[in-house]
Structure formats: C-alpha cells, structure tokens
T-cell receptor, first 115, second 116 residues
Framework: ETGVTQTPRHLVMGMTNKKSLKCEQH?????MYWYKQSAKKPLELMFV???????ENNSVPSRFSPECPNSSHLFLHLHTLQPEDSALYLC??????????????FGAGTRLSVL | AQKVTQAQTEISVVEKEDVTLDCVYE???????LFWYKQPPSGELVFLIR??????QNEISGRYSWNFQKSTSSFNFTITASQVVDSAVYFC?????????????FGEGTQLTVNP
C-alpha cells in the first residue's frame, strides 16, 4: 500500500463516452501527477499539479482534462477518446513539485481500454 | 538531453540466482538524482532507492544492492539470491534540474522473471 489510491482499476469505454479517473493520496503531499504507460514505451508525464495549481501540461490532447480540487485529490476527465489512448494511467504524488530529490509515490493505476 | 537507457528488455533467471539490472543515463547537469522503482503485476510503481550525484557509495538493502559509477554514467541494480516474488518490471529514473526542472525521466524498464 503506497498511500495513493486510484479508481477504477479497470475501465472500458467507447469513443463517445465520458468518464473520469480518480486519484486520492493520504500522504500529506502537495504535488500530484498523471502519467500514461503504454506497452513498449517509457512512462509519459501528462500533467503536474502543485498546491492545486497546474504547473505542467506535457502537450496532452484536450480530450484529457485534469482537475485538482485539493491537494489530496486528482481527477482525469476523459472525453471522445481514441483507441490509441488505451493504456495504464498512473497517478503519483510527492511532497512538492520541482524538488530534485522528491520521491514520487504511485498508485496502482487504471487500465483503460477504448473500443 | 537527459536520457535513461535500460538495454535489457527482459531477463529470466532461476530462483536463487543473482541478477543485475543495468541502467545507463545521460545528463549535462552536475546535480541530479537517480531512482529505481519496481512495478509488480498489480501495477503500482514501488519506490526502491534514491541516490544523489554526489554520493557514489554503493548501497545494500537486504538482498538488493546498487552500484553507482559516475565515470561510466551507470546505476546498476543487483538482486542476490532472487526469489519468485522479485518478478516484476524494474524502472530506472533520472531527476535533474537544469535541463528538465526536476522532471523524472524513466527508462523503458526491464522485465525480470524469476522461475521456481
């Protein structure tokens, strides 16, 4: 148990659906991250939030919309996805963003399949 | 540009064998951190170790040991007397300031399978 909980663990959606991924951390951290993990590719950083403010958007398509209502919760709203968006979506948290030494703690991910 | 290379895509060993996972990194920064994470089949990345660029001492934690050599830009990970529960994907990662503002750059991972 890493202290970072993601729900749902598995999600199947059609290209016209709207769904949301949820991440919650119980570590008292102030930075939260979304990563995409596709087969045969390194982890790709998508978004970074620091004290609820988005500090990084790594050229992510607008069909992915993040939301961070407080430092403990992070959402990823999905709309009109493509089959190539099928992947494992990982959430992470760390004390703050921008610290070289920061250890990021990860959730177990949401395995997304887009049909 | 920063880069982390894990040349071994897959490794398969028999239980109790020792195994070394290689990690080579590229950076122009003088101050940086290196990490290893383990990803078991359940999916979450589990933090294993963090090492800063000024500390080249090798580290041992139980059956795990890490060899950091700045001269060869390598940060290799050895599991001694491997066990089936060690089967996972292992990621090496780099955090640097000047080039990437402390963003974590991950290698592509090494899938380790330990057979009984």
């Amino acid at each position: 148990e890493t202290g970072v909980t993601q729900t749902p663990r598995h999600l199947v959606m059609g290209m016209t659906n709207k769904k949301s991924l949820k991440c919650e951390q119980h570590l008292g951290h102030n930075a939260m991250y979304w990563y995409k993990q596709s087969a045969k590719k390194p982890l790709e950083l998508m978004f970074v939030y620091n004290f609820k403010e988005q500090t990084e958007n790594n050229s992510v398509p607008s069909r992915f919309s993040p939301e961070c209502p407080n430092s403990s919760h992070l959402f990823l709203h999905l709309h009109t996805l493509q089959p190539e968006d099928s992947a494992l979506y990982l959430c992470a948290s760390s004390p703050v963003a921008g610290g070289l030494e920061n250890i990021q703690y990860f959730g177990a991910g949401t395995r997304l399949s887009v049909l | 540009a920063q880069k982390v290379t894990q040349a071994q895509t897959e490794i398969s060993v028999v239980e109790k064998e020792d195994v070394t996972l290689d990690c080579v990194y590229e950076t122009r920064d003088t101050t940086y951190y290196l990490f290893w994470y383990k990803q078991p089949p359940s999916g979450e990345l589990v933090f294993l170790i963090r090492r800063n660029s000024f500390d080249e001492q090798n580290e041992i934690s139980g059956r795990y040991s890490w060899n950091f050599q700045k001269s060869t830009s390598s940060f290799n990970f050895t599991i001694t007397a491997s066990q089936v529960v060690d089967s996972a994907v292992y990621f090496c990662a780099l955090s640097e300031w000047e080039t990437s503002g402390s963003r974590l750059t991950f290698g592509e991972g090494t899938q380790l399978t330990v057979n009984p």
